[in-house]
């Protein structure tokens, strides 16, 4: 494990100060991701546990993920000035330092330092290459949403663990808790992921974020809040049993509102991202009814969610560059002037509504099962959702692909190879993994 961080360490010095170019850090991180693929015995991760560190199926999952996001991230950046390359490469793996610590540490508190130590550099690319003045409100909102939770939930875990910093992830579940240190130990990452009601920050991220600050995001950074979940609760699970029909039903009827919220935005951004809360309810609902199928569903669709939203944030991106203005009354017509970008669109909105094969379809039906099995009555509710989810993809699709066409074609700008070999990247492991499922299991 250490050998993967020193290596990490070494290339973040080398190319922040050496290297000066674009392609060489991209290529790095695409043979970082096919080493840690080669190197990393995947059915035998008890072969990487030490006293710190260690590597479940999860936490290899999610590391893999946002190294490959990391890694396609170059692609659509390459606009930004060459002057600020070797800060973006720092920014970069300090990201991918930052995932290490999160995903493969063993310890709560050492999880805890470096998932707030993530907001830093995520707040730093908003600024710094965010586009409107307003990108300063956007990180003043994205920094209050995180701390707010952040110091109770360091002071329930000190006060359970009798003040002892060394707080393991496998230590037995405790019985004397009550609701508040319920609410304390599970905020923290139910806004991060976000939760209905705490998810103002995400929209107004996303507006002002440059298209890495909405990649990162969206492909990896909420999948943090998902995978501090799963292992505080195993601390919390006897409370959990009485408690967590509180956010379900929170999440179940925040899902319903903001998909109803999508059919009346016409930013692209703000769309998608209401699209990614939506999804996330789904993952929080997965991991509380504490059942293997809602287990296995969450991992499914937090990996599956991960390419695909990252995906339509791209779209929207190249859109963007070319008519200037993210506006859906001003984005139409697309299928006349750029009808090969128009197919991506359709393949990427189709992985968004769970179409097969994309893992999003396996995740969805896993976790209905798993809400049946929790409680019967609940799977109308959440078909009816996942009819609403369908509903605004296809409605995101026909109305930019669709009606009258607003701008000169002599001015536009043609599509890129490198930028279809960006979507191409995105699509291709969110509808071939299936055929590799028993990964996740």
Not at 236 to 265: A, H, T
Not at 411 to 437: G, K
Request: glycine fraction near 4%; charged fraction near 5%.
């Amino acid at each position: 494990m250490l050998m993967i961080l020193m290596l990490i360490m070494f290339s973040m010095i080398f190319f922040s100060l050496k290297i000066k170019s674009w392609w060489l850090a991209q290529n790095f991180f695409f043979f970082f991701f096919f080493f840690m693929y080669f190197k990393i015995p995947m059915f035998n991760y008890f072969l990487n546990v030490s006293y710190l560190f260690g590597m479940d199926m999860f936490s290899y999952l999610m590391f893999m993920l946002g190294v490959w996001i990391i890694s396609l991230v170059y692609i659509p950046s390459l606009n930004f000035k060459n002057n600020y390359l070797n800060y973006f490469n720092f920014l970069m793996f300090t990201f991918i330092i930052i995932f290490y610590f999160c995903f493969f540490s063993n310890n709560f508190i050492l999880f805890y330092i470096f998932y707030e130590i993530n907001l830093i550099p995520i707040i730093i690319l908003i600024y710094g290459w965010g586009y409107q003045y307003e990108r300063f409100k956007a990180g003043f909102y994205l920094f209050i949403y995180m701390i707010f939770f952040s110091l109770p939930f360091f002071s329930c875990l000190l006060s359970l663990n009798n003040f002892n910093f060394m707080f393991m992830y496998y230590f037995d579940y405790l019985n004397n808790l009550n609701f508040y240190y319920y609410l304390f130990l599970m905020m923290i990452f139910l806004v991060k992921m976000p939760l209905f009601m705490f998810h103002i920050w995400l929209p107004k991220a996303h507006v002002e974020a440059p298209i890495s600050g909405s990649m990162i995001l969206a492909g990896i950074m909420l999948k943090l809040g998902g995978f501090g979940i799963y292992h505080v609760l195993m601390l919390i699970f006897k409370i959990n049993l009485k408690l967590n029909y509180l956010f379900i039903s929170l999440c179940l009827l925040g899902m319903m509102i903001l998909s109803l919220v999508c059919f009346f935005q016409s930013d692209l951004k703000i769309l998608i991202a209401y699209s990614s809360v939506v999804h996330m309810g789904l993952v929080i609902i997965g991991f509380l009814t504490l059942n293997n199928l809602g287990y296995f569903g969450s991992l499914i669709l937090m990996f599956g969610h991960g390419l695909c939203s990252s995906g339509l944030f791209c779209l929207s991106n190249i859109c963007y560059m070319r008519f200037k203005s993210r506006s859906m009354f001003l984005n139409k017509g697309l299928i006349n002037i750029f009808p090969f970008l128009s197919f991506w669109w359709f393949l990427l909105c189709s992985s968004n509504m769970s179409f097969p094969p994309s893992l999003n379809l396996f995740g969805e039906l896993f976790l209905l099962i798993s809400l049946m099995i929790w409680l019967d009555y609940f799977y109308i509710l959440y078909l009816l959702i996942m009819i609403l989810m369908f509903l605004y993809s296809l409605y995101l699709y026909l109305y930019t692909q669709y009606g009258k066409l607003f701008f000169n074609m002599n001015y536009l700008v043609y599509i890129n190879l490198s930028e279809y070999l960006l979507l191409f990247m995105h699509w291709l492991p969110l509808n071939i993994i299936f055929l590799i499922l028993e990964l996740f299991f």
